[in-house]
């Protein structure tokens, strides 16, 4: 099982909703793939995260830095190849991050 797998198995059995995944390949050094998901409140985003991480540790030996579970609105998990937003959904509309990065997927007009 890949780490890219093992992340979306993992948002899907805790009832994350509509998980995005975007190629960064390309794009950006600094992951190869982003995972952006939502939770429906500040507990299950913030349990969605733990458990990921926990996840993460035992069944691929990473050690994945967390930002953000405190306040449980916006939590980022960097896991060195992937990078993962869970985010409440009024965050998750008011940040469009995922929109961002799909916009700058696109190829510019020269």
Known sequence: MSMLDLVLNSL???KAEDIV???LQGKSQMAD???VATGRS???VSAISEKLVDNLKQNMGVIARME???AGDWVLIDAGDIIIHIFRPEVREFYQLEKL???SAEPENV
């Open 12 to 14: 899907q059995d805790d």
């Open 21 to 23: 995944t975007i190629e």
């Open 33 to 35: 793939h982003m995972v």
């Open 42 to 44: 500040t507990r299950q």
């Open 68 to 70: 953000g579970k405190g």
């Open 101 to 103: 990065w799909l916009q």
